[in-house]
């Protein structure tokens, strides 16, 4: 084998086994959001090494075909299972999208804030470390939920409630208010009972007694 031929085959199995240590996952290609709220598009990376840093990490709209956001990790450590944590990064949202977006160098996810209908569509994440990789993920924006009015049936038999328990309070304070009345009534009317005085059902008995008074004076 020509010393050339054995460059190339050195060359290509390094490429190869680089690709072989860094691994791409997505698991969940299709999220739904709502307009004015928040969604994550979930990436994770994993890394034999921590060669692989810096990497580039960019995330572009293909409709209509935009940037989103670029980023490069600059370096991280891995854990037992080659992901990076305590990562650092620079980034640079492009200029639709400021203020808007957020890139976790961790896992390479893409965090989209203040949701618009125009931003449903397919969103492709790519890596360039040593060779080109890229994932896509599809969003889907819906409307907010317009809350229901009550209708006009619910309405009018609210009002005819109010209106029927409206009468039976009155009649319930009238009822009350006669009573106490009688009461006080009934207690004057003891009170001169106890002093000799005639009054209510006690005036028969007091006006005898008076009169036999009168006719013994007499």
Same mark, same amino acid.
């Given at each position: 084998?020509? /010393?050339?031929?054995?460059?190339?085959?050195?060359? &290509?199995?390094?490429?190869?086994?680089?690709?072989?240590?860094?691994?791409?996952?997505?698991?969940?290609?299709?999220?739904?959001?709502? !307009?004015?709220?928040? !969604?994550?598009?979930?990436? &994770?990376?994993?890394?034999?090494?921590? #060669?692989?840093? /810096?990497?580039?990490? *960019?995330?572009?709209?293909?409709?209509?075909?935009?940037?989103?956001? #670029?980023?490069? !990790?600059?370096? %991280? #450590?891995?854990?037992?299972?080659?992901?990076?944590?305590?990562?650092?990064? *620079?980034?640079? /949202?492009?200029?639709?999208?400021?203020?808007?977006?957020?890139?976790?160098?961790?896992?390479?996810?893409?965090?989209?804030?203040?949701?618009?209908?125009?931003?449903?569509?397919?969103?492709?994440?790519?890596?360039?470390?040593?060779?080109?990789?890229? $994932?896509?993920?599809?969003?889907?924006?819906?409307?907010? /939920?317009?809350?229901?009015?009550?209708?006009?049936?619910?309405? &009018?038999?609210?009002?005819?409630?109010?209106?029927? %328990?409206?009468? +039976? +309070?009155?009649?319930?304070? +009238?009822? %009350?208010?006669?009573?106490?009345?009688?009461?006080?009534?009934?207690?004057? +009317?003891?009170?001169?009972?106890?002093?000799?005085?005639?009054?209510?059902? %006690?005036?028969?008995?007091? #006006?005898? $007694?008076?009169?036999?008074?009168?006719?013994?004076?007499?």
């Amino acid at each position: 084998m020509s /010393p050339q031929s054995c460059a190339a085959v050195c060359l &290509s199995l390094t490429l190869v086994g680089r690709n072989l240590g860094f691994l791409v996952e997505i698991p969940q290609d299709a999220v739904t959001g709502t !307009v004015g709220q928040s !969604v994550l598009l979930p990436v &994770s990376y994993r890394c034999n090494s921590t #060669s692989c840093f /810096p990497m580039s990490i *960019k995330w572009t709209f293909d409709h209509p075909l935009q940037r989103t956001i #670029s980023c490069v !990790v600059l370096n %991280c #450590s891995l854990d037992d299972g080659g992901a990076p944590k305590y990562c650092s990064k *620079k980034c640079y /949202p492009y200029p639709a999208y400021w203020g808007r977006v957020e890139l976790f160098p961790e896992n390479a996810s893409l965090l989209l804030q203040d949701l618009q209908l125009s931003d449903s569509g397919v969103y492709n994440v790519s890596f360039l470390q040593h060779q080109r990789q890229s $994932r896509h993920i599809t969003l889907t924006v819906l409307e907010q /939920p317009v809350p229901t009015e009550p209708s006009s049936n619910s309405t &009018s038999e609210g009002a005819g409630r109010i209106a029927t %328990c409206i009468p +039976c +309070c009155i009649l319930g304070g +009238c009822y %009350c208010f006669i009573l106490l009345l009688l009461q006080l009534l009934f207690h004057l +009317c003891w009170l001169r009972g106890g002093r000799g005085e005639a009054c209510g059902c %006690c005036w028969g008995e007091g #006006s005898q $007694r008076a009169g036999a008074a009168r006719a013994g004076a007499e």
